[in-house]
């Protein structure tokens, strides 16, 4: 299964995710280092990450990227 890489842009008034697929790689390190290389020289504005996601296709990854999750609670120590 490819690794997905793609830019995840959040509105800010409803919360919605608009997503841009920005490449697709076959090993992670490669995805990872190509990650790290963008967010070096082409940061993004706020709203905007970049994210690595792991699926069977592009689909998918647009699919689990949409998702809904839950915030972490932060634990006493980790505040």
């Not at 608009?18 to 082409?42: C, G, P």
């Not at 709203?47 to 792991?54: E, P």
Request: net charge positive; charged share 35%.
């Amino acid at each position: 299964m490819p690794y997905y890489l793609y830019v995840v842009t959040t509105s800010n008034t409803s919360g919605s995710k608009s997503l841009r697929r920005v490449a697709e790689f076959d090993i992670f390190r490669t995805a990872k280092n190509e990650a790290k290389r963008l967010r070096a020289e082409a940061p993004l504005d706020d709203n905007s990450i970049y994210k690595i996601m792991f699926a069977e296709s592009a689909e998918q990854a647009e699919q689990r990227l949409k998702e809904h999750r839950e915030q972490p609670i932060a634990r006493e120590w980790e505040k």
